[in-house]
């Protein structure tokens, strides 16, 4: 119980650190923003379109709207990686406005539907670069594991009453009034968000020049065939974006198992579809304080594998046992293993992903998604017909127990493969140049920083000797012999920062005065992370600065 409590505890306190971190709290309003208003234009284009064609010309516009999303995704997506993610996000916020107001107009002026519906379709294409450049901004933005993780809670829970919020005010307004003023409002959120966007300050900006960074990205992670490359490189990446997508292949049929579910299986009426993905989102908002409980726990690949399985097997329950009381529980619990899912997935593919190509590999998750839930909501009647409703729900609610038993081995393995280095994060970032870099930097230099052990009088490098390496002093006490004397440095302390960042020689002798214990940093691998983000640049250089001033270059 104590463990518990400390978890808790410690999950509350990245979730107050998620939001104290300015940044990280106006992405979450922005989202907040966005989300809400996806869900209120989704009613107001699927109304508009019975009105103008019945159920066939809804499944039609939402195949092919859902088709023409993910072909898109990866192309907007990349723009993550050639461009600032907080101006994608912001330049997908305005011409989402800009498509609603027009939307608007639309119906104002009475024009032909086909014209709103292809609004509606650029609003899906333009939107469709939001969520991968703010899954990308985000480690840039947080200071620890537990405050990306708390953020994608956070993000989760948001998404959850955005689709309570969102259906609902986009319903009342509907009834009170019709499409046109669900369009004005929905413009209104787009606003909201791009008014939150614009505040967002990361401190990171490439030292390098524009035309050098695009060559850099095209010779590494050529074209928008980068975020593929990136995941055939990653064996992890394909699990996880593997599971994912079939998670979502279920997920398209179950938004059509439900509405036959409640009509024909349990004789429920239209009123009882609400209710069930009223169950659904009650799941979600406490799967939510679950992943939060969790999140001490760092099993992240674990919680994934738990999420999948609850998104399947409530489903063969309810298939076998079809009654209301448990319809309404198994859809709570896809609702709770659905932010589980989310969550998890969405942090371990955020701490995997090359940062080079991560708007990429989100752009690629992005269409899987959106594919996936296309190809299940077309899968879905044909299952129906041939198995029967309740035949449909076990079928469709086995593959996921299924593909996650077949898989717990490799699901363990990333977690074992993806445990934080601690210590040596711990060690980095009591180096003020070093603490300023984003989450996902500062962990990829621990994860590649090397132990150093040395005993009383041992030599770590001599004056005129080639700078190979930076070196972070965690316990013990080191001599440091220059020409005017010999000076020492207690834990915590570093050396070996100049000869990297002047490009010349040792200008000192370092030696151990007693045991002591380092953590080395090649040579690559500082130099690409100090000078490739402003504030550790300027950092660095003030402390080059002031100790090459005081003739005290280490």
Known sequence: MATLRGRIAESLGALRGAFSNPDLRRVQLAYMGSSVGIYANSIAV???????????????????????????????????????QERVMLGSDLLRVATLAASCAVVVTHAPALALYVLATLTSIFGAAFRPAEASLLPTLARSPEELTAANVSSSTIDSVGSFAGPAAGALLLALSGPAVVFAAVAITFAWSASFVARVRPGRVSAATPHEADEAVAEEFAGLAGGLRAIRAEPRLRLLIGLYGAQCLVAGALGVLVVVTAIDVLGLGNAGVGLLEAASGIGSIVGAGVALALVGRKRLAGDFGVGIVLWGAPLVLLGLLPHMWLALLALGLVGLGNTLVDISAMTLLQRTAPAEASGRVFGVLESVIVGSLAIGSLAAPLLVHTLGARGALMATGALLPVLALLRRGRLVAIDDGARIPEEQLAALRRVPFLAVLPLQRLEALAGGAVRVELEAGATLFERGDPGDRFYVLDEGVLEIALPEGVKEESAPAYVGEIALLRDVPRTATVRARGPARLWALERSAFLEAVTGHARSNASADAVVVARVGVASSI
């Open 46 to 84: 699927a109304v508009y379109a019975f009105r103008h064609g019945g159920a066939t010309a809804v499944g039609v516009f939402m195949f092919v709207r859902l088709a023409i999303a993910a072909t898109t995704a990866p192309f907007a997506a990349s723009l993550a990686d050639r461009y600032r």
